[in-house]
């Protein structure tokens, strides 16, 4: 039986198990592949009939081995994959793969330079500001931006939070508070 992923950790072991993942992919020049693969590979553990069997108390590693045969030949992966998602079987950690994913898309595409930059501010800002922003960011990171998103949370206050891929720069009020909470001032 493979335990519930823990919301707080999940994208912690995700980007672990993407960096060794990426590795590999990049070792065997098959990054795309491997990328097609693994969000196959995060689309079956999702599926609910799918999870049922994860968490079924009875199955061990080597029976989840078994259970996961067809689905290597459906999704036709090679021998190292398989070895991977084996690893992932041992380690019950295979319901981990939707943050697997998402970490190896981010990492891939900040190994090409390409980072998803996300600007929060407590205020709208209208598309002048928000695009000169984004355009001292990339400056600055010497970044190429993938996705760029401005979203709206009143809850910071006052100022804006920037996220780069996984990286936070959070300059808000609420966030000042926080940080001046946590050293005692």
Do not use: C
């Not at 969000?39 to 609910?48: D, G, H, R, S, T």
């Not at 206050?157 to 780069?164: A, S």
């Amino acid at each position: 039986m493979e335990p519930k992923p823990k919301r707080d950790i999940a994208p912690k072991l995700g980007r672990l198990f993407a960096k060794a993942a990426l590795e590999i992919a990049q070792e065997m020049s098959a990054v795309a592949l491997w990328e097609e693969k693994l969000e196959l590979l995060a689309e079956v553990v999702k599926m609910p009939d799918f999870e049922k069997i994860l968490r079924d108390p009875r199955l061990k590693p080597e029976d989840m081995k078994d259970v996961m045969k067809p689905v290597y030949d459906k999704m036709e992966i090679d021998e190292v994959m398989r070895e991977f998602v084996d690893t992932l079987i041992e380690e019950k950690k295979l319901s981990y793969a939707p943050w697997i994913f998402e970490s190896y898309v981010r990492q891939r595409k900040e190994s090409q330079g390409i980072v998803d930059i996300t600007l929060t501010s407590a205020f709208p800002m209208d598309v002048e500001t928000s695009d000169a922003l984004i355009q001292r960011v990339k400056d600055k990171f010497n970044i190429v931006a993938g996705e760029t998103k401005v979203e709206i949370d009143p809850s910071l206050i006052g100022g804006i939070v920037i996220k780069l891929g996984d990286y936070e720069i959070d300059q808000s009020t609420r966030g000042y508070h926080e940080r001046k909470k946590r050293l005692g001032r």
